[in-house]
């Protein structure tokens, strides 16, 4: 597979699976499965105000908010503080709300499918970095400040030097034991 580049205006628009929301769809696997057929997503959501998220039983989930808005979630009960670009993970079975502090804000939202993938999301500072793709993995590197993405395939690498804060997002499929 190519190096392939995307830009914000090539993310389709999709509403949420219970209608409160949109999102940007950056990449899924399999392309077009829709909200209860995928195996895996990574998307960009815009968020404001009180709201509910919706619920993705056998999904593991994984959300950055992207700007300094406070965003608070609420999974089964428990509220959580999210911290601006740092990524936190939460199970896809849970009753999950939002409030968000201020301005509306985007997040990134980064799904899999339990059993099937997993995902590993860290973002990173400005600086030079170089990122290689392995195996069965697929690497999607996504600059924060215009949410440009990059897709690399398992023998493709990545050296770029970036002004802002970008995230790298590993999806492969689990481990079967």
Known sequence: MAITALRWSDYPVVPWKNGAGVTREIAGHPAGAG?????????????????????????????????TAVMALTVDGKEHRLRHREPFAF???STTSCVVGGPPTRDL??????GRY???????????REVAGAGAETTLVVRLDDLTTTVLGADDRLRAAAESDVAVIRISPAQRV
Do not use: H, I, Q
Request: net charge negative.
């Open 109 to 114: 939202n980064v799904m899999t499918r339990r």
């Open 35 to 67: 909200p209860d057929g995928f195996d895996w997503r990574v998307s960009v959501a815009d968020v404001s105000g009180s709201l509910k998220f919706s619920t993705f039983p056998g999904v593991d989930r994984v959300v950055v908010p992207l700007d």
């Open 118 to 128: 997993r995902s590993e999301v860290v973002v990173y500072g400005p600086g030079e």
């Open 91 to 93: 199970s896809g079975d």
